[in-house]
């Protein structure tokens, strides 16, 4: 299997075919956070369609220096904010992107309301420490990763993301909804949240 650098190769030398393999590679990925971000599947389907075809028209501005993964999220991310700027839909602001739980998640929970609570917080978090505990906790990306696309320093994105752990187990373990939480073995459970903290692997 080529990686992603020999299938830019490939596109630049003119076998347009390689770039439907890099979308087939990276389209769930990016679905998966523009749904996160609007909130609307149809305008995620559309925002992901645009974003390929501006990262096909941009190619080979494509200089490797970090991941085609984080890329393509660069370029997703800007035209979610340009949609939301030019429909000036208020109902899904900025503040609220970036924010779901998924099924590992869910699997931990009791009831539809202890997601709903958590979401909230979640919603809370300042911008970049929401994004560095979106792409570490639900993407399960590498603070390498998280630190390509957010465009900052390695230890930038490892303190935005234990700092967002640390005001979401502040807020949440005086919540009476949640004492009733027993948690499963999962990545977000709150008894192993002062363990994650610590996390500088990745």
Not at 109 to 114: E, H, K, Q, R
Not at 134 to 163: G, V, W
Request: glycine share 4%; hydrophobic share 45%; with cysteine.
């Amino acid at each position: 299997m080529k990686t992603d650098l020999e299938l830019i190769q490939d596109v630049k030398n003119g076998i347009k075919s390689a770039f439907e393999t890099l979308v087939l590679r990276h389209e769930k990925f990016l679905m998966k956070v523009v749904v996160r971000m609007t909130r609307d599947l149809d305008a995620a389907e559309d925002i992901v369609q645009e974003t390929f075809i501006k990262a096909f028209r941009r190619l080979h501005l494509f200089e490797g220096r970090s991941s085609l993964r984080s890329w393509l999220y660069q370029i997703a991310l800007n035209t979610t904010r340009n949609r939301f700027r030019r429909v000036n839909r208020e109902t899904v602001g900025m503040d609220g992107m970036d924010v779901a739980v998924d099924s590992a998640l869910e699997a931990g929970l009791i009831a539809g309301d202890v997601r709903s609570v958590i979401q909230i917080e979640v919603d809370k978090l300042p911008e970049r420490q929401r994004t560095a505990l979106s792409l570490r906790i639900f993407e399960d990306l590498s603070f390498k990763e998280i630190a390509d696309i957010m465009q900052c320093p390695y230890d930038t994105a490892k303190a935005n993301y234990r700092h967002a752990l640390l005001k979401l187990k502040s807020r949440l373990e005086g919540n009476t909804l949640l004492k009733t939480w027993v948690a499963a073995p999962a990545p977000f459970s709150l008894m192993d949240m002062s363990n994650n903290t610590m996390e500088v692997d990745g």
